[in-house]
Protein backbone atom coordinates (compact mmCIF):
# COMPACT_ATOMS: atom_id res chain seq x y z
CA UNK A 1 0.00 0.00 0.00
CA UNK A 2 1.57 3.43 -0.82
CA UNK A 3 0.01 6.34 0.10
CA UNK A 4 0.12 9.67 -2.18
CA UNK A 5 0.99 11.54 1.10
CA UNK A 6 3.89 9.72 1.59
CA UNK A 7 4.94 10.10 -1.80
CA UNK A 8 4.83 14.10 -1.88
CA UNK A 9 7.02 14.10 0.97
CA UNK A 10 9.49 11.96 -0.30
CA UNK A 11 9.85 14.36 -3.29
CA UNK A 12 9.42 17.34 -1.36
CA UNK A 13 12.44 15.79 0.83
CA UNK A 14 14.81 15.56 -2.03
CA UNK A 15 13.94 18.60 -3.60
CA UNK A 16 13.21 21.17 -1.12
CA UNK A 17 14.88 19.37 1.73
CA UNK A 18 15.85 22.30 4.41
CA UNK A 19 11.90 23.35 4.97
CA UNK A 20 10.82 19.52 4.60
CA UNK A 21 12.57 18.48 7.44
CA UNK A 22 12.08 21.53 9.33
CA UNK A 23 8.06 20.96 8.93
CA UNK A 24 8.72 17.51 10.16
CA UNK A 25 10.73 19.05 12.97
CA UNK A 26 8.84 20.93 14.06
CA UNK A 27 6.15 18.59 14.32
CA UNK A 28 7.38 15.16 15.56
CA UNK A 29 10.58 16.36 17.86
CA UNK A 30 8.48 17.70 20.88
CA UNK A 31 6.22 14.83 20.80
CA UNK A 32 10.12 13.04 20.83
CA UNK A 33 11.27 15.23 23.28
CA UNK A 34 8.03 14.04 25.33
CA UNK A 35 8.46 10.43 25.39
CA UNK A 36 12.03 10.52 26.21
CA UNK A 37 11.81 12.54 29.19
CA UNK A 38 8.81 10.50 30.72
CA UNK A 39 11.77 7.43 29.98
CA UNK A 40 14.52 9.22 32.35
CA UNK A 41 16.52 11.01 29.31
CA UNK A 42 17.34 14.82 29.34
CA UNK A 43 16.52 17.28 26.23
CA UNK A 44 20.02 16.41 24.64
CA UNK A 45 19.55 12.74 24.75
CA UNK A 46 15.95 13.00 22.89
CA UNK A 47 17.84 15.73 20.17
CA UNK A 48 20.25 13.51 19.10
CA UNK A 49 17.76 10.15 19.00
CA UNK A 50 15.49 12.49 17.24
CA UNK A 51 18.35 13.69 14.64
CA UNK A 52 19.50 9.93 14.32
CA UNK A 53 15.84 8.76 13.42
CA UNK A 54 15.95 11.70 10.83
CA UNK A 55 19.32 10.39 9.37
CA UNK A 56 18.29 6.83 9.04
CA UNK A 57 14.43 8.04 7.69
CA UNK A 58 16.54 10.42 4.77
CA UNK A 59 18.41 7.67 3.70
CA UNK A 60 16.30 5.08 3.57
CA UNK A 61 14.01 7.39 1.08
CA UNK A 62 17.24 8.15 -1.07
CA UNK A 63 18.84 4.70 -0.96
CA UNK A 64 15.92 2.16 -0.23
CA UNK A 65 12.71 4.00 -1.85
CA UNK A 66 10.77 3.57 0.97
CA UNK A 67 7.14 4.54 1.24
CA UNK A 68 5.59 4.42 4.17
CA UNK A 69 2.23 3.11 4.93
CA UNK A 70 1.72 5.07 8.61
CA UNK A 71 2.07 8.41 8.61
CA UNK A 72 5.35 9.78 9.52
CA UNK A 73 5.18 10.99 12.95
CA UNK A 74 4.31 7.31 14.21
CA UNK A 75 7.20 5.84 12.09
CA UNK A 76 9.91 8.20 13.58
CA UNK A 77 8.66 8.06 16.92
CA UNK A 78 8.76 3.79 16.11
CA UNK A 79 12.18 4.73 15.37
CA UNK A 80 13.38 6.62 18.46
CA UNK A 81 11.79 4.37 20.73
CA UNK A 82 14.02 1.56 19.57
CA UNK A 83 16.83 4.02 20.01
CA UNK A 84 16.19 4.95 23.03
CA UNK A 85 15.57 1.84 24.18
CA UNK A 86 18.66 0.55 22.78
CA UNK A 87 20.60 3.30 24.42
CA UNK A 88 19.20 2.53 28.16
CA UNK A 89 20.48 -1.13 27.77
CA UNK A 90 24.07 0.53 26.63
CA UNK A 91 23.96 2.71 29.35
CA UNK A 92 23.03 -0.21 31.89
CA UNK A 93 25.49 -2.45 30.86
CA UNK A 94 28.28 -0.05 31.10
CA UNK A 95 27.23 1.00 34.74
CA UNK A 96 27.39 -2.99 35.62
CA UNK A 97 30.68 -3.03 33.91
CA UNK A 98 32.64 -0.31 35.46
CA UNK A 99 31.86 -1.66 38.80
CA UNK A 100 32.80 -5.38 37.52
CA UNK A 101 35.99 -6.35 38.29
CA UNK A 102 38.42 -5.78 35.12
CA UNK A 103 40.85 -8.68 33.92
CA UNK A 104 44.31 -7.76 32.63
CA UNK A 105 43.44 -9.24 29.07
CA UNK A 106 40.21 -7.81 28.91
CA UNK A 107 41.61 -4.50 29.00
CA UNK A 108 42.27 -1.44 26.00
CA UNK A 109 40.48 -3.94 23.15
CA UNK A 110 38.79 -0.76 21.77
CA UNK A 111 39.58 -0.42 18.02
CA UNK A 112 39.68 3.02 16.80
CA UNK A 113 37.84 3.11 13.67
CA UNK A 114 37.66 7.28 13.39
CA UNK A 115 40.58 7.79 12.13
CA UNK A 116 39.81 5.77 8.45
CA UNK A 117 36.04 8.30 8.64
CA UNK A 118 38.32 11.56 9.54
CA UNK A 119 40.56 10.96 6.26
CA UNK A 120 37.82 9.61 4.18
CA UNK A 121 35.55 12.67 4.76
CA UNK A 122 39.39 14.54 4.29
CA UNK A 123 39.37 13.87 0.42
CA UNK A 124 35.81 14.83 0.37
CA UNK A 125 36.85 18.15 1.77
CA UNK A 126 39.71 18.81 -0.59
CA UNK A 127 37.92 18.51 -3.64
CA UNK A 128 36.74 22.16 -4.23
CA UNK A 129 33.42 23.46 -3.41
CA UNK A 130 31.91 22.48 -6.61
CA UNK A 131 32.73 19.02 -7.13
CA UNK A 132 32.31 18.49 -3.36
CA UNK A 133 28.57 20.03 -3.59
CA UNK A 134 27.89 18.13 -6.64
CA UNK A 135 28.82 14.83 -5.49
CA UNK A 136 27.18 14.87 -2.29
CA UNK A 137 23.85 16.28 -3.74
CA UNK A 138 23.26 13.21 -6.02
CA UNK A 139 24.88 10.66 -4.30
CA UNK A 140 23.90 11.53 -0.79
CA UNK A 141 21.25 13.61 -0.81
CA UNK A 142 19.71 11.92 -3.83
CA UNK A 143 18.63 15.16 -5.84
CA UNK A 144 18.24 14.03 -9.68
CA UNK A 145 20.60 15.47 -11.96
CA UNK A 146 17.90 17.76 -13.55
CA UNK A 147 17.68 19.83 -10.08
CA UNK A 148 21.56 19.82 -9.82
CA UNK A 149 22.41 21.03 -13.40
CA UNK A 150 19.76 24.16 -12.79
CA UNK A 151 21.17 24.85 -9.37
CA UNK A 152 24.60 24.70 -10.30
CA UNK A 153 24.42 26.73 -13.87
CA UNK A 154 25.51 23.67 -16.60
CA UNK A 155 24.33 24.58 -19.35
CA UNK A 156 22.54 20.62 -20.01
CA UNK A 157 22.12 17.66 -18.03
CA UNK A 158 24.55 15.79 -19.88
CA UNK A 159 27.19 18.24 -19.03
CA UNK A 160 26.23 17.82 -15.13
CA UNK A 161 26.60 14.23 -15.48
CA UNK A 162 30.01 14.15 -17.76
CA UNK A 163 31.12 16.44 -14.57
CA UNK A 164 29.76 14.50 -11.84
CA UNK A 165 31.72 11.31 -13.63
CA UNK A 166 34.99 13.77 -13.66
CA UNK A 167 34.68 15.08 -10.18
CA UNK A 168 33.96 11.05 -9.06
CA UNK A 169 37.44 10.21 -10.47
CA UNK A 170 39.51 12.64 -9.14
CA UNK A 171 37.84 11.39 -5.65
CA UNK A 172 38.49 7.95 -6.44
CA UNK A 173 42.19 8.75 -7.45
CA UNK A 174 42.21 11.00 -4.44
CA UNK A 175 41.25 7.97 -2.33
CA UNK A 176 44.10 5.71 -3.62
CA UNK A 177 46.37 6.88 -1.26
CA UNK A 178 44.38 5.73 1.40
CA UNK A 179 43.23 2.49 -0.44
CA UNK A 180 46.96 1.56 -0.50
CA UNK A 181 47.67 1.16 2.84
CA UNK A 182 44.25 -0.11 3.91
CA UNK A 183 44.62 -3.10 1.72
CA UNK A 184 48.29 -3.48 2.41
CA UNK A 185 48.67 -6.97 3.47
CA UNK B 1 33.06 10.94 -22.85
CA UNK B 2 36.94 9.92 -22.37
CA UNK B 3 37.10 6.40 -21.84
CA UNK B 4 38.34 6.71 -18.14
CA UNK B 5 34.98 8.56 -17.60
CA UNK B 6 33.58 6.09 -19.19
CA UNK B 7 34.82 3.41 -17.24
CA UNK B 8 34.13 5.32 -14.26
CA UNK B 9 30.53 4.78 -15.53
CA UNK B 10 30.45 1.41 -16.19
CA UNK B 11 32.09 0.75 -12.21
CA UNK B 12 28.82 2.90 -11.10
CA UNK B 13 26.54 0.71 -13.21
CA UNK B 14 27.76 -2.04 -12.38
CA UNK B 15 27.59 -1.60 -8.68
CA UNK B 16 23.96 -0.64 -9.34
CA UNK B 17 23.42 -4.07 -11.07
CA UNK B 18 21.60 -1.82 -14.16
CA UNK B 19 23.64 -3.04 -16.39
CA UNK B 20 22.62 -5.27 -19.71
CA UNK B 21 22.88 -8.88 -18.73
CA UNK B 22 25.78 -9.50 -20.80
CA UNK B 23 27.51 -6.74 -20.05
CA UNK B 24 27.23 -7.18 -16.44
CA UNK B 25 28.18 -10.65 -16.75
CA UNK B 26 31.63 -9.16 -18.93
CA UNK B 27 32.49 -6.91 -16.04
CA UNK B 28 32.24 -9.80 -13.59
CA UNK B 29 34.57 -12.30 -15.04
CA UNK B 30 36.69 -9.34 -16.23
CA UNK B 31 37.27 -8.87 -12.54
CA UNK B 32 38.14 -12.28 -12.20
CA UNK B 33 41.72 -11.57 -13.41
CA UNK B 34 42.15 -8.18 -14.01
CA UNK B 35 44.33 -6.41 -10.47
CA UNK B 36 43.70 -3.26 -11.64
CA UNK B 37 40.49 -3.55 -12.74
CA UNK B 38 39.57 -4.69 -9.03
CA UNK B 39 41.56 -1.63 -7.07
CA UNK B 40 39.57 0.59 -9.39
CA UNK B 41 36.46 -1.09 -8.13
CA UNK B 42 37.48 -1.06 -4.06
CA UNK B 43 38.80 2.45 -4.95
CA UNK B 44 35.38 3.82 -6.35
CA UNK B 45 33.09 1.74 -3.35
CA UNK B 46 35.57 4.17 -0.98
CA UNK B 47 34.88 7.34 -2.78
CA UNK B 48 31.05 6.65 -2.33
CA UNK B 49 31.50 5.34 1.01
CA UNK B 50 33.41 9.22 1.72
CA UNK B 51 30.76 11.01 0.15
CA UNK B 52 28.10 8.56 2.41
CA UNK B 53 29.72 9.83 5.51
CA UNK B 54 30.67 13.46 4.87
CA UNK B 55 26.61 13.44 3.96
CA UNK B 56 25.77 12.35 7.11
CA UNK B 57 28.21 15.09 8.99
CA UNK B 58 26.52 17.64 6.56
CA UNK B 59 22.94 16.86 7.17
CA UNK B 60 23.43 15.85 10.92
CA UNK B 61 24.77 19.82 11.01
CA UNK B 62 21.92 20.67 8.80
CA UNK B 63 19.37 19.38 12.06
CA UNK B 64 21.68 21.28 14.76
CA UNK B 65 20.60 24.41 12.84
CA UNK B 66 17.25 23.73 12.35
CA UNK B 67 16.51 22.49 15.97
CA UNK B 68 18.53 25.74 16.88
CA UNK B 69 16.33 27.90 14.91
CA UNK B 70 13.14 25.91 16.24
CA UNK B 71 13.78 25.43 19.56
CA UNK B 72 16.89 27.07 20.51
Redesign the interface.
Request: aromatic residues 8%; without cysteine; proline residues 0%.
Given at each position: MISIQSLSMNAALLTDRERTLERIYAKTYPMVRHYVKENSGTDDDAKDIFQEALITYYEKVVYDQLTLTSSLSTYLMGICKNLWRQELDKRARKTWLSEAPIDEVGEEVIVDDEQPTATLMAFVEQLGETCRSLLVSFYYFGQRLEQIAEQHSYRSVRSATVQKFKCLERLRKAVSHLSINQFKL | ?RP??NE??LL?DYLKGTLPEEQQLDVAVRLLWDQELQ??L???R???????????????A???A??T???G
Open positions: - | MLLVQEQKARQLAYKALRLFGRRQLRELEIHRLF
